[in-house]
């Protein structure tokens, strides 16, 4: 079980999303000194371990005493370990064995269970971070401070999103030029979340940038700090922010507990507070953020996805039946899942997109013309003529192709075509999928060494079609019981 999952499972234990900060202030400190620091932190942590889903020490407020703040900071972790995750917040970023230092100084010396990163370095800077699963990352992608938006809101792309409506079913959608560097540090965590530890940290202050990272990051684990005394709004944080099954967010609270005259009582209103959001808030989220929910809908309305009785190929009659051909006849609602892909493929790191006939065909070809990556893609058979070619499309050995399929199921196809790909001298990492069927692929492919990645899983669709009432609840339950009994 990766850090994230065991997050997850402590907050619904608890029924908290409350993070308690341990930032010892020195003007909130009888004297400045480490002893004092540790003995603040220490009757906080107290206090509030019945409501604390973690805690976050910030390291500069004990770095400030040397040596024995280090010490302090030590203690204090192992305090704060014996019943919560305790995430260290000192924003480490560095390369090579700088980078090794740094993570072994957090994990192993501290004793901490996740520490926060600046991604600014890319990729390599945060392997010696992430290499150990139960040890987690959030990774700084929108900060709570006014002069975040300096570097943070750049201009990167070209990255292309989709708004889109239904007016009398049709499928109107608009496509737009606009992304800012901390949604393209969105989409890379979600491709480098691999082991189940890497999460984001998007200030509480910005509620539309954590609406935004929400839906580029549907699944992911957003620590949210600024709201107190930075002036963060709650429910405001706790609508953008909350996935559809009302988990998925981490509220980090420091002075408006350690301030109060009885700081137990705080910790407890501030977690009661946040229920009663919660539970509010949970029948208006969407299992899909948008855009994904207009696609789920476009899916349906297109008939790409069918309910009633069908035969497969197996020989089965099933209940759902999904034909992402019928995308060819719908351009408009073509583009919009090739926008969805789009958000995963630029996340990855590859030279060319792989298609599979027929059904990734076009959407490989509109995701090609939305970002400019050539495509190519390995025949069903080789040509007995001309140049007898099993693959088509221009590359080079030794060059990255990042395989492009419609559905996933058991992987067999994927793997036929990866055989194709690599007898020619192609690296193939990572397959990419616009529906998950959810029925071994992902952990076939993973086996192998190759990573699946989906815009969907099946169950999320039921899921949204199910709130949103798109679908008969009949027709779901017989979905999901023909889908248990093929697993």
């Known amino acids: 079980m990766g850090f994230l999952t065991q997050l997850e499972d402590r907050a619904r234990r608890m029924d908290s999303l409350l993070c308690v900060g341990l930032d010892p202030h020195v003007s909130d400190l009888p004297e400045a000194s480490a002893g004092a620091a540790r003995e603040f932190c220490l009757r906080l942590i107290e206090a509030t371990r019945p409501v604390a889903l973690a805690y976050k020490p910030n390291a500069a407020f004990f770095e400030i005493f040397g040596a024995p703040g280090m010490t302090a900071l030590q203690e ?61 990352v959030f990774l700084l992608c929108k900060t709570s401070n006014p002069g975040a938006a300096d570097l943070q809101d750049l201009p990167v792309g070209p990255t292309r999103y989709i708004e889109s409506r239904y007016e009398e079913s049709m499928f ?31 200030g509480a202050t910005q509620p539309e940038a954590l609406a935004r ?9 957003l620590l949210a700090p600024g709201v107190g005394a930075q002036g963060g709004d709650l429910h405001a944080a706790l609508a953008a922010g909350l996935r559809a099954d009302g988990l998925g967010l981490l509220i980090p609270v420091s002075r408006a507990i350690s301030r109060s005259e009885d700081p137990r009582q705080a910790a407890l209103d501030l977690c009661q507070a ?3 959001q919660r539970a509010a808030l949970r029948p208006s989220l969407s299992p899909l953020p948008y855009p994904l ?8 309305a297109a008939g790409c996805v069918k309910f009633g009785q069908f035969t497969l190929k197996s020989g089965l009659r099933s209940p759902i039946y999904l034909d992402l051909r019928q995308l060819v006849s719908y351009p408009r609602l073509l ?77 067999e196809s994927k793997f036929e075509a990866i055989e194709k790909l690599t007898a020619a001298g ?19 492919l993973a086996q192998a060494g190759y990573h699946l990645h989906a815009v969907f899983t099946l169950s999320q669709l039921l899921d949204y079609w199910e709130q949103t009432g798109k679908v008969g609840h009949e027709q779901l339950a017989a979905t999901r019981a023909f889908l248990k009994s093929a697993g």
């Open 172 to 202: 109107i959608a608009s496509l737009h030029v606009a992304s800012m560097l901390y949604e393209h540090v969105a989409r890379l965590a979600v491709a480098w979340n691999r082991n189940d530890n890497l999460g984001l940290v998007v």
């Open 335 to 411: 583009v919009h899942a090739a926008d969805a892909y789009d958000r995963i493929l630029r996340g990855l790191s590859f030279d060319r997109l792989a298609a599979l006939p027929y059904a990734a065909l076009p959407i490989a070809t509109a995701a090609s013309l939305l970002s400019g990556w050539p495509v190519i893609y390995p025949r069903k058979e080789a040509k007995t003529y001309g140049t007898k070619a099993e693959i088509e499309g221009v590359f080079n050995p030794g060059e990255r192709a990042v395989v492009l399929d419609d559905l996933a199921t058991t992987g």
């Open 76 to 136: 204090v972790i192992a305090a704060a370990g014996e019943s919560a995750p305790v995430i260290l917040d000192a924003k480490r970023g560095d390369i090579a064995s700088t980078a090794e230092a740094y993570a072994r100084a957090a994990f192993e010396t501290l004793g901490a269970h996740a520490v926060t990163v600046n991604p600014y370095l890319g990729q390599d800077s945060l392997e010696p971070f992430l290499r150990d699963p139960q040890r987690g």
């Open 426 to 444: 192609l690296v193939v990492k990572d397959v990419v999928v616009l529906i998950d069927r959810q029925s071994g692929a992902a952990e076939a």
């Open 293 to 300: 929910s207009a696609l789920a809908d476009g899916l349906l």
């Open 274 to 276: 946040i229920n009663r």
């Open 213 to 221: 990272v929400r839906a580029l990051a549907p699944d992911a684990w």
